[in-house]
């Protein structure tokens, strides 16, 4: 039960985490939300490490774990989390989220192709599903009606009073309505799943030639790989200028979803390290639901929501929770007939 409490808090924190990310690129810039994410984010690692008492272990990483540790940070903390950010500002977090889940079936398809993992009928049904659910989300993405206020009562002019014809009143702009970007934010929405997909590969590989290290520390040197490669980019003309302009009233969204992403980074290793993965991953995915409320909450006048993304969130979820999970056990637990079951199983790879 412990690990399922952290499992859901993992997946709840990841979706605040989106949300107030959401909320502070509305007016604010990509580069300066990860200007704050990536540092604090290595500086919550580094305490951790050191709470755990792991400190010495950052030394301890043969040279082709520390690698791949500085890919995956790379990968995942910059590239990644550079193109959810823009993805997540050209078409908000509804649209975003169902395309980003597709970082699960990616994630199989490379561990069939580089560790040649199994990879099921029932897999690919749930990879299908997760396809089509980020489809749908897109289906009527621009299909929102724009918002007009009512106008006032006709006034009957006074012709003896000249100013009060001047003072009728005016005629009221429609109020501008969230238009997305679904194209740009879509293609921004694949890259991301694609690196979030590859980068638990690289972590894998990382463990497999430390074994027994520390999962504290290995985040240390991720992150700090990470925060070296974003300080470079800094170096490009013009950034530290957009960084410099960060309005005083996105701070409190740039700095909460900062925290958010280490505490729910803190609670995904607190589920593993006391639940199986089997229990962990398919709660994991209700992040994309608790986004879908949250957005409704906190950003309701910048996101799009009509039945088309409750569908296909809900599909996507399925789909997730299909690849995510044991086919034998999932066959075994449901009690399946014979021959559906063994249908299911048919290994398509691997």
């Known amino acids: 039960m412990l690990g399922i409490l952290y499992a859901a808090l993992g997946a709840f924190t990841f979706a605040l985490n989106n949300v107030t990310m959401r909320r502070g690129v509305v007016t604010g810039s990509v580069l300066q939300g990860m200007a704050l994410t990536v540092p604090i984010g290595g500086l919550s690692f580094l305490v951790m490490t050191i709470a755990f008492g792991e400190l010495g272990q950052l ?64 897999q690919a049904i749930g990879s299908a599903l997760m396809l089509g659910g980020s489809f749908v989300t897109q289906s009527r993405a621009g299909r929102r009606k724009t918002k007009t206020s009512a106008p006032l009562p006709a006034v009957t002019p006074i012709p003896t009073v000249r100013c009060q014809e001047e003072l009728a009143a005016p005629q009221l702009k429609p109020k501008p309505t969230f238009q997305p970007r679904v194209f740009s934010g879509y293609i921004f929405g694949l890259a991301a799943a694609m690196c979030y997909g590859g980068s638990p590969l690289m972590a894998r590989q990382a463990f497999l030639q430390a074994p027994g290290a520390s999962t504290a520390a290995a985040g240390c040197l991720a992150y700090a790989a990470a925060t070296l490669i974003f300080s470079l980019i800094l170096l490009k003309p013009g950034a530290w200028g957009d960084i410099r302009r960060l309005k005083r009233e996105n701070l ?4 909460s979803s900062a925290v958010l992403v280490a505490v729910s980074q803190a609670f995904v290793y607190a589920s593993l390290a006391v639940a199986p993965l089997m229990v962990v991953t398919p709660i994991l995915q209700l992040s994309l639901v608790f ?17 088309a993304v409750l569908i296909g969130a809900v599909t996507a979820v399925l789909g997730s929770i299909l690849v995510s999970l044991d086919t034998n056990e999932l066959t075994t637990l449901l009690g399946l007939p014979q021959p559906l079951a063994d249908f299911l199983r048919y290994r398509l790879a691997g």
């Open 59 to 122: 030394v301890m990483f043969p040279t082709a774990a520390f690698t791949w540790l500085a890919c995956q940070g790379v990968v995942h903390f910059v590239i990644g989390r550079y193109c959810n950010y823009k993805s997540n500002q050209l078409m908000g977090v509804n649209l975003n989220a169902p395309v980003i889940q597709l970082q699960v079936p990616f994630a199989m398809m490379l561990a069939v192709v580089t560790l040649h993992e199994k990879f099921t009928v029932l």
């Open 252 to 255: 409190p969204w740039f700095l």
């Open 291 to 307: 986004r879908l409320f949250l957005s409704q909450l906190i950003n309701r006048d910048y996101e799009v929501m009509n039945t």
